[in-house]
């Protein structure tokens, strides 16, 4: 029931199998839990010796049968941490590799959900304030809730501000996002309303096809363009748009 989320932070699908089953039957020998997540015993055996080493799971001493049974569920979070902690440690020489090869321009694609992380990691970086024409609340994609709440709030941290020109369909079926995001935004007339939109913030632009209101399909594609004089240009134009644009009350 839980696999999926085991293997998101680092389990493979049969480590997931076996510490669930365990947590499921308590203590089993190989066997046992072979017959209980449908696994054969030799790949079983292989992998015990790794969730033994992650310390997700423990043998029963002074037994006949090797038997096992799993730690409680809070080590995982250590697991995450201890990931957490080694990343960080490496960071700083990862960030002065990536200056010494970066160009400061560059055009490039996201694709899907993680795409679309990738693109609201890219405004954390950049830290400077979002430009955005026909948005259309995608922030706010079920799939995207646990991510979103905290770039929110590292947003808040860094001070970025938003300023939304929105696709007219939000003010009326997304009154929700509106209140979280907050003001300044407007609003296109209704002709003009597509399954695009546009976003600029710092040196970006970012272009995205496939876009619905609040909602991010794996298919969705973000055509990003580093490049600071192209970013002013867009800046313009949103300027103008911004200014013929109607604001709201809502």
Same mark, same amino acid.
């Given at each position: ?111 899907? +959900? ?5 693109? &609201?990691? %890219? *405004? ?5 304030? @979002?430009?955005? =024409?026909?948005? /259309? ?68 632009? +970012? ?5 619905? &209101?609040? %909602? *991010? ?5 973000? @055509?990003?363009? =580093?490049?600071? /004089? ?21």
């Amino acid at each position: 029931m839980y696999r999926e989320v085991l293997e998101e932070i680092g389990l493979s699908p049969n480590e997931a199998k076996i510490y669930e089953g365990l947590l499921d039957i308590g203590i089993a020998s190989v066997p046992a839990i072979s017959l209980k997540i449908g696994v054969h015993k030799r790949n079983i055996y292989d992998i015990i010796p790794k969730l033994l080493k992650k310390g997700l799971i423990y043998q029963i001493a002074d037994t006949k049968e090797n038997l096992y049974a799993a730690l409680e569920p809070e080590k995982l979070s250590d697991l995450i941490w201890e990931k957490q902690a080694k990343l960080k440690n490496i960071l700083p020489a990862l960030q002065e590799q990536f200056k010494k090869t970066a160009t400061g321009e560059a055009v490039y694609i996201y694709k899907g +959900v993680e795409g679309f992380k990738n693109y &609201l990691r %890219d *405004i954390l970086t950049v830290g400077e304030d @979002v430009y955005f =024409v026909g948005a /259309k609340g995608g922030w706010f994609d079920a799939d995207l809730h646990i991510f979103i709440q905290k770039f929110l709030r590292q947003a808040r941290e860094k001070k970025i501000k938003y300023f939304h020109i929105f696709d007219a369909e939000v003010k009326k079926f997304a009154p929700d996002l509106l209140k979280e995001l907050g003001k300044p935004y407007r609003f296109l007339p209704k002709q003009y309303s597509t399954t695009g939109a546009i976003d600029i913030f710092g040196d970006h632009v +970012v272009t995205f096809s496939g876009l619905t &209101l609040k %909602d *991010i399909t794996e298919d969705v594609t973000l @055509v990003v363009i =580093v490049n600071k /004089k192209l970013a002013d240009c867009y800046r313009t134009w949103f300027k103008f748009i911004w200014d013929h644009c109607r604001s709201s009350s809502v």
